[in-house]
T-cell receptor, first 115, second 114 residues
Framework: QKEVEQNSGPLSVPEGAIASLNCTYS??????FFWYRQYSGKSPELIMS????GDKEDGRFTAQLNKASQYVSLLIRDSQPSDSATYLC???????????????FGKGTHLIIQP | DGGITQSPKYLFRKEGQNVTLSCEQN?????MYWYRQDPGQGLRLIYY???????QKGDIAEGYSVSREKKESFPLTVTSAQKNPTAFYLC?????????????FGEGSWLTVV
């Protein structure tokens, strides 16, 4: 069974600093990796997706993937209080072309941005 | 607006009662999913469907049932066999041809046993 591991936190970061969130996964066949943000009582919203080794940047967010180490990370630059949420790492399997058996989620890291 | 609509947002179930959560999408997505989330926990897959009239069990299917009679609809029934149904239920979908098979979520349904 696929496993996705995250530090549950809370991770406390001062406003304006860089928040670094980490995730490891067990299935070497995984090809698609996602970061979702979830506010309390709300559904997850997609922040970043990454499919190949290296960095992918989108605004203040950077996703990093290292398939050899089975490691995914999310960096949030210039952290804002509105970034305070739970961040879920999710991994798909090796199925080509679609969602197939769905995503396997980590339990999430609770991020707190201190004003 | 395109999206995934779940209803009801809040639902109360009595012991021994079956309840059905609705999920409708107008995104023309092929695959649909039901996840369950318990407080402080990640999401766990209950059932998924890749095409109409076909669906597969996820990790925690016991006590649940689904149907996929239309591409747009994937209702979830929580049966009396589910002994601990109080949770946040999330419906999601993706297009099989969509790049990277990104999954999008509805707003969720809260189910409480009373």
């Amino acid at each position: 069974q696929k496993e996705v591991e995250q530090n549950s936190g809370p991770l406390s970061v001062p406003e304006g600093a860089i928040a670094s969130l980490n995730c490891t996964y067990s299935d070497r066949g995984s090809q698609s990796f996602f970061w979702y943000r979830q506010y309390s009582g709300k559904s997850p919203e997609l922040i970043m997706s990454i499919y190949s080794n290296g960095d992918k940047e989108d605004g203040r967010f950077t996703a990093q993937l290292n398939k050899a180490s089975q490691y995914v990370s999310l960096l949030i630059r210039d952290s804002q209080p509105s970034d305070s949420a739970t961040y879920l790492c999710a991994v798909n399997g090796g199925y080509s072309g679609g969602g197939a058996d769905g995503l396997t989620f980590g339990k999430g890291t609770h991020l707190i941005i201190q004003p | 607006d395109g999206g995934i609509t779940q209803s009801p947002k809040y639902l109360f179930r009595k012991e021994g009662q079956n309840v059905t959560l609705s999920c409708e999408q107008n995104l023309n997505h092929d695959a649909m999913y039901w996840y369950r989330q318990d407080p402080g926990q990640g999401l766990r897959l209950i059932y998924y469907s890749q095409i109409v009239n076909d669906f597969q069990k996820g990790d925690i299917a016991e006590g649940y049932s689904v149907s996929r009679e239309k591409k747009e609809s994937f209702p979830l029934t929580v049966t009396s066999a589910q002994k601990n149904p109080t949770a946040f239920y999330l419906c999601a979908s993706t297009g099989i041809a969509a790049s990277g098979n990104t999954i999008y979520f509805g707003e969720g349904s809260w189910l409480t046993v009373v």
